[in-house]
């Protein structure tokens, strides 16, 4: 069973990854910005931009690995 469902499990993992990748970039990018004279509405929409590249890559993982779960 496990076995069979290790390659969901992978590309799920990696889809995590990124997704927390994404996360380590934007406060990086946050420290970044805070130090400079950055208005407030430029460090929102990098947030934005990071935050929905997260959110889409973790969605993207959990319905494929939902959708691959139910062909089998």
């Not at 950055?38 to 934005?48: D, E, H, N, S």
């Not at 590249?53 to 494929?64: D, T």
């Amino acid at each position: 069973m496990f076995a069979d469902n290790l390659e969901q499990i992978e590309s799920l993992m990696m889809n995590i990854a990124i997704a927390g990748l994404f996360l380590l970039i934007g406060l990086a990018i946050q420290d970044v910005l805070k130090k400079g004279d950055v208005p407030k509405f430029g460090r929102i929409a990098v947030w934005l931009v990071l935050f929905l590249g997260m959110a889409g890559f973790l969605a993207k993982g959990v319905i494929q690995f939902v959708l691959e779960a139910q062909l089998q």
